[in-house]
C-alpha cells in the first residue's frame, strides 16, 4: 500500500510525517510518496525525505497513486472529484466548520480518518493529536505573553529593589492550560486557575496553581471530560469571581471552549479595560468568539495600553517538534489499521476506529460526528 504525505497549505508550517516517522512507515511494509517541499516549513527538505526512503512526486501524482493520504489539515481546497472511491484520507477534519466538503467527500466515497474524532479514552491516548498540539499551544501562548509583558516573570531581589512575581491567570484546565500553567510556573510565576470542572482541581494545584472554585458548576459525564454551558445563574457568580483575578492579573490564558458551541465570555470589555497597563490577554478561543469580549480572531489589538491577542495557530510556529508528535499520534493509529502485509484493514469493532471514522463506504460511522453534524 501506498502513503501520500500531502504538503500544507502557506499558512501552516507542520507537516504530517518528518523523515524519521518515514522510517517507522516503512518498517509496516509502506511505500511512502512525499509532495514536493512537504516538510520544507517543518525544516525537513525533500532529500531528508529520499535518504528515509520515501518518493518525492508532485502534488497530482501523489494524490491519484496513494492508497491512504496523511495530512495536519483537511485537503479542503481540493475538490472530491480529484480522490477516488474507497481512498483513505487521515487529517484533522474541523467538522463543525467544513460541514458541506465533508458531504461532498462522504458522497463520493472516500473513507476519512478524523484525528480530532479521536475517542479521549485511556487506550487512544498515545494517538490524540489534540492533546499533543494543546501541549504545544499551552507552552508556547505563555512565552509569547512573557515577550510582550513589560515586566519580570519571576520576583527578584537586588540592591535596586524587590521586583514582585508576574500573576497569571489561566481560563480552562484543559490540556493548553495545564501546559501553560506548568510553564508559568517554572517561569516564576503566581498563577490562577479557572475551570468549570471540578474534577481538574487536583492536577491544578498539583502543578502549584491556585484553583478558581465557583459553587453550582454543570458538569456532564456524557461531554467526554470537556466543559458543558452553564447556567445565568451560575455564569454571573463566575463573572463576580474571575473579574476579581482578572483586574490583578499581568497575563491571562484563555482557553476555555465548549465543543460545537461559542466560546463563552469570561473576560468581559469592562474588566479588560479595568486590568494593569501593560498587561497581555492571549486569547485561543479567539476562532470560536473568544473568552474575552474585545478578542478580534487572528489580530493584535491595544486597549486602554492592555494588548489583545487572539491566536490559535500556536504549534504551527514550532513546526519541528509540533510535527514530530503529530507524526508519531498517526502512526499509532495507523498501527490499528495496517496488517503485517502493509495493506488497511478497517476493523468497526475496534472502538478507536469507530469513533475515528468519520465516514466510510458513504456511510457516517463516528457517533460524535453524527451529533455535530445533526444526522439522525
Given at each position: ?12 508550517n507542520r507537516v504530517a510525517i518528518l523523515p524519521g516517522e518515514v522510517i517507522v512507515l516503512k518498517k509496516l511494509n509502506l511505500s511512502i510518496f512525499v509532495e514536493t517541499g ?314 478507536i476506529i469507530k469513533g475515528t471514522l468519520a465516514f466510510y463506504n458513504g456511510d457516517f460511522v463516528s457517533e460524535r460526528i453524527k451529533q455535530i453534524l445533526k444526522i439522525e
Amino acid at each position: 500500500m501506498v502513503i501520500g504525505i500531502l504538503k500544507e497549505n502557506s499558512s501552516e508550517n507542520r507537516v504530517a510525517i518528518l523523515p524519521g516517522e518515514v522510517i517507522v512507515l516503512k518498517k509496516l511494509n509502506l511505500s511512502i510518496f512525499v509532495e514536493t517541499g512537504a516538510g520544507e516549513r517543518a525544516y525537513s527538505d525533500d532529500q531528508d525525505y529520499v535518504k528515509a526512503g520515501a518518493v518525492i512526486v508532485n502534488r497530482k501524482e501523489l494524490i491519484s497513486g496513494s492508497d491512504l493520504l496523511l495530512a495536519v489539515n483537511p485537503p479542503v481546497e481540493e475538490p472530491a472529484g480529484v480522490f477516488r472511491r474507497g481512498q483513505v484520507i487521515c487529517s484533522l477534519l474541523y467538522p463543525y466548520e467544513n460541514g458541506a466538503w465533508i458531504e461532498t467527500m462522504r458522497t463520493a466515497g472516500i473513507t476519512y480518518l478524523a484525528l480530532d474524532l479521536i475517542p479521549r479514552i485511556t487506550r487512544a491516548q498515545s494517538m490524540d493529536v489534540l492533546s499533543s498540539m494543546a501541549t504545544v499551544a499551552g507552552y508556547k501562548a505563555v512565552l509569547h505573553a512573557a515577550s510582550l509583558l513589560p515586566r519580570f516573570f519571576p520576583m527578584f531581589m537586588s540592591a535596586s529593589g524587590t521586583i514582585k512575581p508576574a500573576r497569571v491567570l489561566i481560563l480552562g484546565a484543559g490540556v493548553a492550560g495545564l501546559q501553560a500553567l506548568a510553564i508559568s510556573r517554572k517561569l516564576g510565576a503566581i498563577v490562577e486557575v479557572f475551570d468549570v470542572r471540578s474534577a481538574v482541581r487536583d492536577e491544578v494545584k498539583s502543578l502549584g496553581g491556585k484553583f478558581i472554585e465557583v459553587e453550582g458548576a454543570r458538569e456532564d459525564s456524557a461531554a467526554g471530560g470537556y466543559a458543558v454551558e452553564q447556567t445565568e445563574e451560575f455564569r454571573q457568580k463566575q463573572s463576580q469571581m474571575i473579574q476579581k483575578s482578572a483586574v490583578a492579573a499581568d497575563i491571562i490564558i484563555c482557553t476555555a471552549q465548549i465543543p460545537g458551541k461559542k466560546a463563552p465570555v469570561l473576560i468581559t470589555a469592562e474588566t479588560a479595560r479595568s486590568m494593569k497597563p501593560g498587561s497581555v490577554i492571549i486569547d485561543m478561543a479567539s476562532s470560536t468568539g473568544g473568552n474575552c469580549e474585545l478578542t478580534e480572531h487572528g489580530r493584535n489589538i491595544s486597549v486602554n495600553m492592555i494588548k489583545i491577542i487572539g491566536k490559535t495557530d500556536y504549534p504551527s510556529e514550532m513546526p519541528s517538534d509540533a510535527s514530530r508528535m503529530f507524526g508519531n499520534n498517526i502512526i499509532n493509529l495507523l498501527k490499528l489499521v495496517i496488517n503485517k502485509e502493509g495493506n488497511a484493514e478497517i476493523n468497526l469493532s475496534d472502538e478507536i476506529i469507530k469513533g475515528t471514522l468519520a465516514f466510510y463506504n458513504g456511510d457516517f460511522v463516528s457517533e460524535r460526528i453524527k451529533q455535530i453534524l445533526k444526522i439522525e
